[in-house]
T-cell receptor, first 112, second 115 residues
């Protein structure tokens, strides 16, 4: 069965330090991959997407993610965390136009 | 501005009552989706529709019903058969592209609680 695993349910960083949110997926081929962010009581906002072009994908708000096929990973990074980055982050894998699988989410806390 | 509007933002249901959550989009997207979000579980697909007058069950369709009479609208009814309806409900839409795999756009959700 297709699955998406976010390896950390909660990540805490200090403001100004790097952020790493980890995501692994199961697939026999290269799916489309996305990262979304959700602030409390809000919908999901697309941060970035990978659709078989460049393996390093740049998104909004300084986030980027690297697709590594050999590791079936799509980790999200940001060089320097800001207080406004505190939110829930979802790794999403799309296997076809109908089947979109969400990870369980990683809650990012940013300490001053 | 184009987007997805969900209403109401908060909704309360009495035992044995059906309630309907509204979802309207002006993005001209063909596909629309309903998800349920519970703490620590990510999003689970309830129903989706690729075209007007057609829809398909997702992973957790039992106790829910939908209609798609207009391209812009995809209301979700939570029936009395859904025994644990308390959750955050998210509506999404996406284009149905020639090459598929288009990202989904989300509304701001409806939080449903039991009285």
């Amino acid at each position: 069965a297709q699955s998406v695993t976010q390896l950390d349910s909660h990540v805490s960083v200090s403001e100004g330090t790097p952020v790493l949110l980890r995501c692994n997926y199961s697939s026999s081929y290269s799916p489309s991959l996305f990262w979304y962010v959700q602030h409390p009581n809000k919908g999901l906002q697309l941060l970035l997407k990978y659709t078989s072009a460049a393996t390093l994908v740049k998104g909004i708000n300084g986030f980027e993610a690297e697709f590594k096929k050999s590791e079936t990973s799509f980790h999200l990074t940001k060089p320097s965390a800001h207080m406004s980055d505190a939110a829930e982050y979802f790794c999403v894998v799309m296997y076809n136009n109908n089947d979109m699988r969400f990870g369980a989410g990683t809650r990012l806390t940013v300490k001053p | 501005d184009g987007g997805i509007t969900q209403s109401p933002k908060y909704l309360f249901r009495k035992e044995g009552q059906n309630v309907t959550l509204s979802c309207e989009q002006n993005l001209n997207h063909d596909a629309m989706y309903w998800y349920r979000q519970d703490p620590g579980q990510g999003l689970r697909l309830i129903y989706y529709s690729q075209i007007v007058n057609d829809f398909q069950k997702g992973d957790i369709a039992e106790g829910y019903s939908v209609s798609r009479e207009k391209k812009e609208s995809f209301p979700l009814t939570v029936t009395s058969a859904q025994k644990n309806p308390t959750a955050f409900y998210l509506c999404a839409s996406s284009p149905v592209g020639r090459f598929g795999n288009q990202p989904q756009h989300f509304g701001d959700g409806t939080r449903l609680s039991i009285l």
